[in-house]
């Protein structure tokens, strides 16, 4: 019999790094980082591993990993029941995880819920999910400047030994061996730009998302490349993964769902313009994407799906829109972003939350099924865990997730970053072909070298 959960103090750090670097090579590592000290906005760190079981979900949406699990259960509920394992009594408290699932959920996961051809060939050898089942975390609350260890006592005895054993905090050298090259050329990026037009102006659609992929081949240590992205653009929604060959490396702004206590959160980010060389230059840029009507126009737009997809698993009446194309500022871009909540109807889950609204509309279009067919059509591969969701879900029901944009991939020796974003019928194809730049090019160059990501900072 599992032995109860305690909820004991542990020291508190401004930074998760050093306590990730001690458990980063066991087996499971899981760091979802709000990244503090540098990032607004960010509350919670929590740091996992050595899970008691992993559930992947093949190309195919077939179970694999833990093999209790029927191959053929469908994702979402082969991972609801792996949640079911662990007690559902837990001390009472308002850390955001008791113990759960940690992982991620990849955007061609969303081809296994809506009638999506799957034409795109695959980008990754990654997974479409992959999830940890963890009865242990620790946990760092900035806003009170606490950090607890969440544990049974036998499980807060071996932690303790792992993080007392000292990591690398820097980690080893990292190094790109080429330059990062496009899947697209800007020509070929403008000619799927005139092929989305012609949709939108057929009527299929009002707005898609097209994102284009870039590539290079690295060596070395992938905590010393993601502590690099996290100088250069520390966010509130960051997140590293790692085993074999294969990683996440995510430092999204954007929240894609939150549920605590039967109440729900969507942040949708549409609307973007970078931050200015200067103070004067940063606060035009800043006005003018708050007065801009096609921004706004986009934002409302996803508003209005998210609503939708809130509300085929939120109580009837009780979803609202809090904040309308708010203003936000991060290290590099400034964003719209917007917040729609309601409150999960009864005998509803959080995952069957996160299967009603995936993949986030900020990152698909409207309307969401055929804006994923024609992304299908267009885009020359598939995303991959781009703009998928990184998060976990505890037993209690509480669930937080990001969207998975800011997010580099890692597998098999090459690295993956996208870039991507909303056109609509007024979008102009060279201003949407730089704004994919925009969006990663700091990300590029920090993973160029020490000093270019230091430049940014």
């Known amino acids: 019999m599992t032995s109860p959960l305690e909820i004991t103090p542990y020291p508190y750090r401004d930074s998760p790094l050093a306590s990730f670097a001690a458990l980063r090579h066991r087996p499971g590592a899981v760091l979802l980082d709000s990244g503090r000290p540098a ?22 949406g077939r179970c694999r990993g833990d093999t209790t699990l029927p191959s053929d259960m469908s994702p979402f509920a082969a ?10 009594a837990v001390p009472d408290s308002e850390l955001p995880f008791l113990g759960g699932l940690i992982g991620y959920w990849s955007y061609d996961l969303g081809r296994h819920l809506e009638p999506i051809a ?5 980008a990754t050898g990654l997974p479409a999910s992959r999830v940890g089942l963890y009865d242990w975390a620790l946990i760092q609350d900035h806003q009170r400047q606490e950090a607890w260890l969440v544990a049974s006592p036998e499980r807060r005895a071996q932690v303790l030994g792992w993080l007392t054993d000292a990591g690398d905090e820097d980690g080893d050298d990292f190094r790109l061996q080429g330059e990062f090259t496009a899947e697209m050329s ?4 403008l ?14 659609c009002y707005q898609i998302n097209l994102a284009q992929r870039f590539s290079a081949p690295f060596e070395g240590d992938l905590w010393a490349a993601y502590r690099r992205l996290r100088r250069a653009t520390p966010t509130p929604f960051s997140g590293f993964l790692s085993w074999g060959d294969q990683a996440l490396l995510s430092l999204s702004p954007e929240r894609f769902l939150k549920c605590a206590d039967g109440q729900v959160e969507a942040w949708p980010i549409k609307g973007t313009r970078p931050r200015g060389a200067t103070p004067d230059e940063d606060h035009r840029l800043a006005e003018a994407l708050t007065a801009s009507v096609k921004d706004r126009a986009e934002n409302v737009m996803i508003v209005d799906l998210l609503r939708n997809d809130l509300g085929r698993v939120c109580r009837p009446g009780t979803v609202r829109v809090p904040q309308l194309c708010g203003l936000e500022s991060y290290a590099n871009v400034h964003h719209l972003v917007s917040v729609v909540t309601g409150e999960l109807a009864d005998r509803r889950s959080p995952l069957e939350l996160l299967a009603a609204a995936f993949p986030g509309g900020s990152i698909t279009g409207a309307p969401k099924v055929r ?12 995303r991959s865990a781009y703009c998928g969701s990184l998060g976990y879900v505890d037993v209690r029901g509480h669930m937080d997730t990001s969207i998975a944009i800011r997010t580099a991939v890692a597998d098999r020796g090459r690295l993956h970053l996208w870039g991507g974003g909303g056109l609509v ?13 925009d969006k ?5 160059a920090a993973l160029s070298g020490p000093d270019e990501s230091a430049s940014r900072i």
């Open 191 to 204: 000619a799927r730009f005139d092929a989305v037009q012609r949709y939108i102006r057929a009527g299929d």
């Open 39 to 60: 990032a607004p906005g960010g509350r919670y760190d929590i740091l996992a591993c050595d899970p008691l079981s992993e559930l992947e979900i093949d190309a195919a």
């Open 118 to 122: 799957g034409r795109a060939p695959p």
């Open 425 to 437: 019928a007024d979008s102009q194809g060279e201003a949407e072909y730089a704004e994919t730049l």
């Open 371 to 382: 804006a994923m067919q024609i992304i299908d059509e267009l885009e020359p591969s598939a």
């Open 440 to 444: 990663i090019r700091h990300l590029m």
């Open 186 to 189: 800007r020509d070929d990026y």
């Open 79 to 88: 991972q609801q029941a792996l949640l079911a394992r662990l007690p559902s």
